[in-house]
């Protein structure tokens, strides 16, 4: 199927068994995405359905479609995206941020050298697992100490095996991939059966502490908490949900944030700004985070600008369910569209200078239009988006607050694809107290 053909324009591929039509203009982008519907549909990553399906799990929102995750998807937006729900996550996710800061100092003083160099991979995971599950389920883990429990670490081991044994078999069809016994998929069922048997261990404490009334009712209790309390989802999909968020919680928003520190490491400039801006509204709202985040745009500019450069997902995908028309071609009905996610934010038609990072092109004049779509876009958009978002500005506020960032200039950090996007090399970071 070849749709289309000038640059910039729409291309038909072939992926393994599927066709795809491509594009990379918000402006195409807008189309797609304005036709979508109320029941969205992504490309189903086929080994995770396979997993599922020789497991016999129950699938959560990730993999849902129709009315069944649409209704699965309102009663979760509740809880996990809504603006009075999130106000809520404020509190859990800085501590987890000084947490992060005390921990760092420690290891300044243990360096005897005024500074913590290192690679900041497995330190962020553990951050990151941290910090979505004192959100999902109240209470924490404490990753951010020396001793570190092997099952948390376990855990965080199965997401990244998870991922990388994923690509692959990702243009596989799964019934083959059920009869296949190669090494991979192997692995990859041998990562989700630790992903799965961990969060149920963390759900079981939760529901238990729950029945003995172990959880006091004045304070927030979490994510899992109020979905079973609400009693409006069978527990069985409350499960496979919450399952879903402790996995989609580790590599996305750490691989983020290295990016991040990478990138203002290399724009002193940049930094210095961003922590003028963070300073001045410490002052202004009295150390009041919730305060603070209403006037830190610099900050969400520079997160925006990070995942512009490096998008975790390479592209975002629809299947159309009426005609579009994009670049004047007819793309019919149930066609697999994907937004080149990573294209598009370096094509210099749509961003100037694409190479820079300056996260000051976002809060300058002009059309944003379908440019930010690191989160994707609409009702099937990131479930997570409002924790990651919240998890990465306080980190960052914290530690621009107390560290300067540097880097080894010279060293060039290529993409590679695990399945998200990550580094392709190990990238070497230093935090000097201010
Ligand atoms: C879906 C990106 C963090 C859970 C997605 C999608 C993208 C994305 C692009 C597909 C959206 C679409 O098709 O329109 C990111 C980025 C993150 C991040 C860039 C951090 C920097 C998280 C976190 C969680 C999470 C922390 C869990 C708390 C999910 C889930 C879905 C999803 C469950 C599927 C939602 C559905 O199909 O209804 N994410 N994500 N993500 N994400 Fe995230
Ligand atoms: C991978 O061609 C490349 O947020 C494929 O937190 C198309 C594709 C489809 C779905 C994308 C996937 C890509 C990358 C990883 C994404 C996923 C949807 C959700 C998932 C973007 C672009 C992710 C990382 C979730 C994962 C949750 C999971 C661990 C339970």
Known sequence: MEVGGRGGGGRGEKLGVYESVNIISPRDAATLFQAEGTLP?????????????????????????????????????????????????????????????RRARAQVGKSGRERWTADFTHELFRFALESVCHVLYGERLGLLQDFVDPEAQRFIDAVSLMFHTTSPMLYLPPTLLRHLNVKTWRDHVQAWDAIFSQADKCIQ????????????????????????????????????????????????????????????ARSPGVQEQLRAEILAAKREAAGDRVKMLKTIRLLKA?????????????????????????????????????????????????FPKPEQFSPQRWLAAGPKHFKGLGFGFGPRQCLGRRIAELEMQLFLMQILENFKIETMRAVEVGTKFDLILIPDKPIYLTLRPL
């Open 41 to 101: 549909e992504r490309f189903s990553v086929p080994p995770w359905v396979a997993y599922r399906d020789y497991r016999n799990k129950p699938y959560g929102v990730l993999l849902k479609t129709g009315e069944a995750w649409r209704s699965d998807r309102l009663m979760l937006n509740k809880e996990v995206l809504s603006p009075q729900v999130v106000e809520g996550f404020v509190p859990l996710l800085s501590e987890v941020g000084e947490d992060f800061v």
């Open 205 to 264: 404490n939760v529901y238990r502490d729950l029945r003995l009334q172990r959880k006091s009712a004045n304070e927030y209790m979490g994510i899992l908490c109020s979905l079973i309390m609400q009693d409006k989802l069978p527990l069985d999909d409350i499960k496979a949900s919450v399952t879903e968020m402790m996995a989609g919680g580790v590599d996305t928003t750490s691989m983020t944030l290295q990016w991040a520190m990478f990138e203002l």
């Open 302 to 350: 520079t997160i925006k600008e990070t995942l512009r450069l490096h998008p975790v997902a390479v592209t975002l995908q629809r299947y159309t369910t009426q005609e579009v028309i994009l670049q004047d071609y007819r793309i019919p009905a149930k066609t697999l569209v994907q937004v080149g996610l990573y294209a598009m934010g370096r094509d210099p038609e749509v």
